[in-house]
């Protein structure tokens, strides 16, 4: 039988030269943009400004990874862009809605609905097994679960045999597979990761990494995640890099080498 496209994409353990964006990257379509966004923290002597008048827009159907040394403002500018922290100034928008308008149970319901995430913490719930955990969020929504989609993304992920553990039960790697398919299977307009691939080796990291890709390839997601890793940025339609606060470069598909390279500059 011949491969369709996902299987051929989430079989890959690196991507390869000359791919093309998400189907919906061309499309003027925004899944999300900032617009001088200000973050501004503590007040007097102590005050930090973590976000300096960023603007910046994300394409519906693109894979943008963003990166920079610590204290950069990019953990900060994804949090403000996830509406897990408000912007002290500009704006934040989710397709058409403005942040800076919701109120606190609107706000709740976005992130639920139309929100996927994957954070280094992997925030699971310790009394629910693996399966629990990622059909969680389509639970207390009230939607119907994909079978189709949830049985790939387990499958890519190596989960099918732990999905009646509780988070205590599995490794961190495995931890982090699971909120990883907790983000995906619910098909969210836009997925945010925080270093989705910190805790894992290099194998399970590029099978993260693929099955990303293959979200916004063969379904139209938008990703976008902070990393610390030139292999898992070059998996990006584009690489946003910050320094002090504010965006300083913008690569498009780059290669792993390409990445290291300015960040390597970017740090000295």
């Given at each position: 039988m011949t491969p369709t496209r996902f299987e051929e994409k989430a079989s890959m353990s690196v991507p390869q030269d000359g791919r093309t964006p998400g189907a919906h990257a061309?499309?003027?379509q925004i899944a999300a943009r900032a617009t001088d966004v200000t973050k501004v923290y503590g007040s007097g002597d102590t005050t930090v400004e973590a976000l300096k008048g960023v603007s910046l827009s994300f394409a519906a159907g693109e894979f943008t990874a963003?990166?920079?040394?610590?204290?950069?403002?990019k953990s900060t500018l994804m949090h403000c862009l996830a509406g897990l922290d408000d912007a002290t100034g500009g704006t934040v928008t989710i397709g058409d809605t403005d942040l800076t308008t919701l109120n606190d149970k609107d706000m709740t319901r976005l992130r639920r609905d139309r929100i996927g995430f994957v954070f280094q913490s992997y925030n699971l719930v310790p009394t629910l097994t693996a399966r629990e955990n990622i059909t969680l969020p389509l639970d207390i929504a009230g939607r119907e679960l994909d079978q189709e989609?949830?049985?790939?993304?387990?499958?890519?992920?190596?989960?099918?045999?732990?999905?009646?553990?509780r988070p205590s039960?599995?490794?961190?790697?495995?931890?982090?597979?699971?909120?990883?398919?907790?983000a995906l299977v619910g098909k969210p307009q836009i997925i945010f990761g925080d270093e989705p691939t910190g805790n894992l080796d290099s194998r399970s990291s590029g099978e993260v990494m693929s099955i990303l890709r293959a979200a916004v390839d063969e379904?139209?997601?938008?990703?976008?995640?902070?990393?610390h890793d030139p292999r898992a940025a070059s998996w990006a339609d584009r690489v946003v890099f910050l320094a002090d606060g504010r965006i300083v470069q913008e690569l498009q598909s780059p290669s792993a080498d390409d990445v290291y390279a300015y960040m390597k500059n970017l740090d000295s």
């Amino acid at each position: 039988m011949t491969p369709t496209r996902f299987e051929e994409k989430a079989s890959m353990s690196v991507p390869q030269d000359g791919r093309t964006p998400g189907a919906h990257a061309a499309t003027a379509q925004i899944a999300a943009r900032a617009t001088d966004v200000t973050k501004v923290y503590g007040s007097g002597d102590t005050t930090v400004e973590a976000l300096k008048g960023v603007s910046l827009s994300f394409a519906a159907g693109e894979f943008t990874a963003i990166m920079g040394p610590s204290g950069s403002g990019k953990s900060t500018l994804m949090h403000c862009l996830a509406g897990l922290d408000d912007a002290t100034g500009g704006t934040v928008t989710i397709g058409d809605t403005d942040l800076t308008t919701l109120n606190d149970k609107d706000m709740t319901r976005l992130r639920r609905d139309r929100i996927g995430f994957v954070f280094q913490s992997y925030n699971l719930v310790p009394t629910l097994t693996a399966r629990e955990n990622i059909t969680l969020p389509l639970d207390i929504a009230g939607r119907e679960l994909d079978q189709e989609w949830f049985d790939t993304v387990i499958g890519r992920l190596g989960l099918t045999q732990r999905l009646g553990h509780r988070p205590s039960e599995l490794s961190g790697g495995q931890q982090q597979r699971v909120a990883c398919a907790r983000a995906l299977v619910g098909k969210p307009q836009i997925i945010f990761g925080d270093e989705p691939t910190g805790n894992l080796d290099s194998r399970s990291s590029g099978e993260v990494m693929s099955i990303l890709r293959a979200a916004v390839d063969e379904f139209g997601q938008t990703v976008v995640i902070v990393t610390h890793d030139p292999r898992a940025a070059s998996w990006a339609d584009r690489v946003v890099f910050l320094a002090d606060g504010r965006i300083v470069q913008e690569l498009q598909s780059p290669s792993a080498d390409d990445v290291y390279a300015y960040m390597k500059n970017l740090d000295s």
